[in-house]
């Protein structure tokens, strides 16, 4: 660490982070330092898809938070898995490729003011980078097609698109077809069907309503993260990209300007040894999540003023909304037995079933072993009154009685139900003014009336289902939470004894217009009020997500690349 000063420090090597490395360092002329808390993602576990069950809950890969106990979850806390590697989540998790409903990013554009995130507007930044196994077309991009982005002739030269056209940059993200299928979820799917739920082929249309098996981040067979996708090998061949790991930012350099507003100058950074100071000339763009990015601006004593002096930080910077607004997707897990099928409860019950699961992995890269955490999804209405598609299903051919523990000796599958859009809103808060030890992570579950009512709903549906013909021969039985809870009062209390995190925080820097006292960024995700800060990661979402957050913050990534670019170009002109 001897030259210390770069135009963008990045921190957080995670989804957001990596991306971002790969396109601010296209420009040959701007040198870019990447932090990442964590290792390199040269653990095996992360990169066989059912690795996930190694890597969540394991300190090489994962920063072991824990959430408050709460209410809603009966006086329950839960494992709060954050990806402390090269990669972030996306070394860790569940690989289901889901962009939402075109109506989140319609709302968004309509909370900030700015229609740049209606979902016209985004599309084009999710096709920018994927590479979808089908090809290109109206919804989807491919590695070697030409992103309309990318496209018209006469960008003008050293522009950011120019920049990217000109590397050939686009397609990276690989997204394709599960490689395994099983005749249970066959006829879950079928059955949803018999239930009124659509069956789709792409839930990544605008409207995700239906019951398919998700697409998956992976590539022939293995774990596609953004480690491998954005950093290797284009970074590391770049002379003007830097990547420090394990190495731990613990707050942000402000520095007071004439007119007495805030610059972000920098970082102090712990590299395990000693505590290292530095500077950014342009903008310190903060990715490191929707947990780790409000916890290093209350640090740096940007945030809510009451808190920061109660944890003996002086305030730099007053932003009520930091740390406020957490959102989250928690599914409440019903298991049935079954019988005549084969699930994985029964399949790795035995040396040689494992055997034989290892070998098909080895040989085919299939299988098992190429599992992503859940197979099958469905979306629909928790009762006929919604006006859109307001829950997903996660649906597995497995059951167990909590993450991480062993899988139940019976044959059984788990339909794991959530609440696409709570009303329900939590917190993080630093605990001290220590840059490592872990804030208090509040998600406030089922603390609405509403999120308990779509609670019990949910599980009224998963029954509906469960109870159509296309089952019947596998006679399913109700095992979690049981039958005999049939009112709304018992199944939201069952709800909150069984539910679990998808593990989808957003929210906590959520942006919106000049006058939401609440929002902590602007819509091009600039720090209301600090100079040269941005955040750029699922925290910024103003509301979560239909859906599986991890792709959705890819693209907000790529559109605040372009812009972090476009700020840089003008100020060289002024």
């Known amino acids: 660490m001897n030259d210390n000063t770069f135009d963008y420090i990045i921190v957080g090597g995670g989804t957001a982070g990596c991306l971002l490395a790969n396109r601010l360092s296209a420009d040959a002329s701007k040198r870019v330092l990447l932090i990442e808390a964590g290792k390199k993602d040269d653990y095996h576990w992360i990169h066989i898809p059912v690795g996930y069950l190694y890597c969540i809950g394991n300190p090489r890969t ?70 979808h196994y089908n090809g290109a077309n109206e919804f989807h991009g491919a590695k070697g097609a030409k992103s309309e982005l990318l496209a018209p002739a006469d960008l003008p030269k050293g522009s950011y698109l120019h920049t990217l056209r000109g590397r050939n940059t686009g397609g990276e993200w690989r997204i394709e077809k599960q490689r395994l299928r099983w005749d249970v979820l066959d006829a879950f799917a079928q059955a949803a069907q018999q239930a009124g739920i659509p069956a789709t082929d792409d839930f990544n249309r605008g409207n995700n309503e239906g019951v398919s098996y998700f697409e998956v981040n992976q590539k022939s067979g293995w774990r596609w ?111 049935y037995k079954v019988k005549n099928a084969k699930t994985l409860n029964t399949l790795a019950n035995s040396l040689v079933g494992k055997a034989m699961i290892g070998l098909e992995y080895a040989f085919k890269r299939t299988g098992p072993m190429s599992m992503a955490p859940s197979q099958l999804g469905a979306f629909t209405k928790s009762d006929p009154s919604q006006p859109h598609a307001n829950i997903q299903y996660h649906v597995q051919p497995l059951s167990l009685d909590a993450f991480g523990e062993p899988l139940h000796s019976f044959p059984a599958i788990t339909a794991s139900v959530c609440n696409l859009n709570p009303t329900s809103r939590g917190t993080v808060q630093i605990k001290t003014n220590q840059f490592d030890d872990a804030p208090a992570i509040a998600p406030n579950y089922l603390a609405t009336e509403e999120d308990r009512k779509v609670a019990a709903d949910s599980l009224r549906v998963t029954r509906r289902i469960m109870a159509q013909p296309a089952m019947a021969p596998f006679a399913p039985e109700e095992f979690k939470p049981g039958v005999q809870y049939q009112t709304d009062e018992e199944l ?50 103003p509301t979560i997500t239909s859906g599986n957050t991890n792709s959705p913050t890819l693209m907000i990534a790529e559109k605040a690349a372009q812009w972090i670019a476009e700020d840089a170009a003008r100020q060289a002109i002024a």
Not at 63 to 70: D, M, R, V
Not at 509 to 535: I, K, Y
């Open 492 to 541: 939201a209390k069952l709800a909150g004894d069984i539910a679990s995190t998808i593990f989808h925080p957003v929210g906590t820097t959520r942006m919106g217009r000049e006058d939401d006292p609440m929002a902590v960024v602007n819509p091009r995700l600039q720090v209301r009020g600090v100079a040269g800060l941005r955040v750029v990661d699922a925290g910024v979402m």
């Open 225 to 335: 993260n953004t480690a491998k996708a954005f950093l290797r090998p284009t970074c590391y061949a770049r002379s003007n990209f830097e990547l420090w790991n394990k190495a731990q930012v613990a707050k942000l350099i402000l520095e007071t300007q004439p007119d007495g507003s805030q610059r972000c100058t920098g970082v102090q950074v712990w590299s395990g040894v000693e505590m290292v100071e530095v500077k950014a000339t342009r903008e310190v763009i903060l990715s490191a999540g929707s947990i780790g990015s409000a916890q290093i601006l209350q640090l740096s004593g940007i945030g809510p003023g009451a808190l920061l002096q109660d944890k003996g930080v002086e305030v730099k910077h007053e932003l009520p909304g930091v740390g406020a607004n957490l959102q989250d997707h928690l599914q409440i897990r019903s298991v």
């Open 62 to 131: 994962d920063w072991l938070y824990q959430t408050e106990p709460a209410d809603g979850l009966n006086g329950r806390s839960l494992r709060y898995p954050r990806g402390k590697v090269l990669g972030g989540c996306s070394s860790i998790n569940g690989m289901i490729y889901m962009r939402g409903q075109s109506r989140d990013y319609d709302q968004w554009a309509q909370i900030t003011g700015n229609d740049a995130w209606r979902w016209d507007q985004t599309l084009p930044y999710f096709k920018l980078h994927e590479d």
